[in-house]
Structure formats: C-alpha cells, structure tokens
C-alpha cells in the first residue's frame, strides 16, 4: 500500500514540474550548441579526435551524433 501512495507522489510530482516547465529525468549530456559546432567542424574536415578535442565530446558520443546526418 506504501509503494502505491509513493509512486502516486512521484508522479505528481513529475507533472507540476513539467507543468511549470522544468526538465524532468536524466540531465542532458551535451547541449544542442555543441553538438552544431562538432557537425560544423566534420563538415570542414575534421578528424573525431580534433572534434573530440575541441569540443569536449568523446568520440563515442560523436559517432552517435553524426551518424543520425546520414540516415
């Protein structure tokens, strides 16, 4: 009966937040701003490892990110 009203709470907590416009769950790794600048810079030639570098992103993430351009 306790797991029920906690999960209850929980929820409701979940929506006045997102009613009130705040980010609910995980936060987000990378802001949008920098995944653009990592496209940009691929676009200009640059290798993963020079993008990794300058933007802090690693190149596990990189492949991730650029992958979604060509599908």
């Known amino acids: 009966m306790e797991r029920t009203f ?3 709470r929980a ?6 937040a997102e009613a009130a416009g705040r980010h ?11 995944i653009d600048y990592a496209r940009l810079l691929r676009e200009q030639g640059d290798s993963l490892a020079q ?7 690693p190149k596990t ?9 060509s599908r």
């Open 6 to 8: 906690t999960a209850e």
């Open 51 to 57: 993008i990794a570098a300058k933007t802090g992103i």
């Open 24 to 34: 609910v769950g995980r936060p987000i790794a990378h802001t949008t701003d920098r």
């Open 61 to 69: 993430s990189l492949h991730r990110y650029l992958a979604t351009e």
């Open 11 to 16: 929820a409701h907590a979940r929506s006045v």
